[in-house]
């Protein structure tokens, strides 16, 4: 009884501690601009910055056999399909780069396309990536290739994937040969995209393949996806040092909804720790939940930010579960129901900056259908980094997500990210206002 008494009195005190600190050091809220008072136009960066879009390869391509479209199936969502038939028509979908004036794509690899069963490759999948990559430096756009953008084959799934360290050879083995392909060519490598969103959708949420819902098993993927990295990264620099390995980083913010709750900032201060600081500190100090993974120490040349939102926490937090998000009153809520939060960006590079390595922005978008968000969006976020880089953040890079709309995951088709508006009866792709006006941005600065 007298026990019980005082861990409850303990844990109270831990959590008003954590209160009273994160209070006093925050502030609250959370920076805001007041954009009505901003001229967004007025933006500068450097020489040599590069202006891309990005996609993924399950996303885009069309007609996979993989992890995603078992669970697709399995959980009937709206099926991946033909996509944007990116397979077909990559030639014509680069000719829109080009009409963008982009300097820098990002894209990924889909394994399952490469080794469709165990150890049987497919040269001639890996001989369409290659040609694509020609075609996009003739253009002259500087490929960056993602190893792993959250599908891979499903018979990699059944042995466990990411979840069994075991299964991590043949990740590396996959990536190896990848390599050997392409990084004559392509510089710029994207192991792993956004860890913690594969990790917690898949094994926390279950939204994502292999569906589950376990807090233990989401610990262990996202150690695992630390150590595969570090592995993939010290495998690939072996070959060639001269190349460029980062990871995609999802940065999500989490701010306490109320100012006085003693539940809002405790919260948000472990969701950031588990969402964001325990990856960072993974690569900084290679070890993540109480174990050793001296393979991803150091091991970075660049970070890959991907920024979106960030999150309001409180009671409410559980809806999440329903991707139903808080807003703060001034803000602006996006299709897929999160807030418009520019001034996270600039939080975000802070975040990373530790790190010690360039920065390359490798996504931020929105999805906006009728495309009334997309240009305040896009111009905040770009006043927001120009900011960040006249404040001496070594960025180099952004590109925005995405260049065409696509297969949005457990959302299906019904949220559009693209530059390009894809008709997905005649594949039809149309530039968006707001595309134009990040061809004209990209033009003039
Ligand atoms: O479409 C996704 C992408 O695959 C990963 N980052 C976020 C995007 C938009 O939700």
């Known amino acids: 009884m007298w026990l019980t008494l005082l861990i409850v009195a303990f844990g109270l005190f831990v959590v008003f501690k954590i209160t009273l600190i994160s209070y006093r050091r925050r502030r609250y809220p959370e920076p805001h601009e007041d954009w009505s008072t901003i001229d967004l136009d007025d933006v500068s960066f450097p020489q040599g910055f590069r202006w891309g879009t990005a996609t993924a390869a399950h996303q885009v391509e069309g007609n996979q056999i993989n992890n995603w479209t078992v669970h ?98 043949s990740f590396v083995a996959y990536c190896e040969r990848v390599f050997e392909a ?16 594969f990790s917690t959708m898949g094994y926390t949420v279950g939204m994502f393949p292999p569906g589950k819902r376990s807090i233990p098993l989401t610990l262990r993927v996202m150690r695992n996806l630390l150590l595969a990295h570090g592995i993939v990264y010290r495998a690939l620099k072996g070959k060639n040092p001269d190349v460029s390995i980062g990871v995609a980083k999802n940065v999500t913010l989490f701010d306490p909804k109320n100012r006085w709750s003693p539940i809002d900032w405790p919260l948000a201060r472990l969701l950031e720790w588990f969402w964001n600081g325990a990856w960072r500190s993974g690569i900084q100090r290679g070890r993540m939940w109480f174990r050793d993974v001296p393979e991803a120490k150091g091991a970075l040349d660049f970070v890959g930010l991907n920024y979106y939102t960030h999150v ?38 802070e975040f990373l900056a530790p790190l010690g390595v360039p920065i390359e922005i490798t996504e931020n978008g929105v999805a906006d259908k009728n495309d009334t968000l997309r240009t305040e969006h896009l111009k905040r976020h770009l006043w927001v980094l120009s900011e960040a880089i006249a404040a001496g953040h070594d960025v180099r890079s952004y590109h925005h997500w995405s260049l065409m709309d696509n297969f949005e995951w457990a959302e299906g088709y ?20 707001s595309g134009e006006v990040y061809r004209d941005v990209v033009a003039k600065v």
């Open 72 to 169: 697709e199936a399995a959980k009937g969502l709206e099926p991946s399909g033909a996509a944007c038939e990116h397979w077909e028509r990559w030639q014509d979908d680069f000719q829109l780069l080009s009409d963008l004036g982009m300097t820098s794509y990002r894209f990924s690899i889909e394994w399952s396309r490469l080794e469709p069963t165990e150890g049987v490759w497919e040269d001639d999948a890996l001989a369409v990536y290659s040609a694509m990559v020609d075609d996009l430096l003739a253009r002259g756009i500087r490929p960056v290739v993602t190893l792993h953008h959250f599908s891979h084959p499903d018979w990699w799934e059944a042995k466990g994937g990411f979840a069994d360290r075991a299964n991590l050879p």
């Open 182 to 197: 392409l990084s004559d060519r392509v510089t710029t490598w994207v192991t792993i995209n956004e860890p913690t969103v």
């Open 312 to 349: 309001l926490t409180g009671l409410s937090l559980p809806a999440l579960r329903h991707m139903k998000f808080q807003k703060r009153s001034q803000e602006i809520a996006t299709e897929f129901g999160y807030p418009m939060y520019a001034e996270g960006l600039r939080r975000a590079i």
């Open 414 to 433: 019904s949220m559009r990210f693209g530059l390009y508006e894809v008709d997905f009866e005649t594949q039809n792709r149309t530039l968006r206002g």
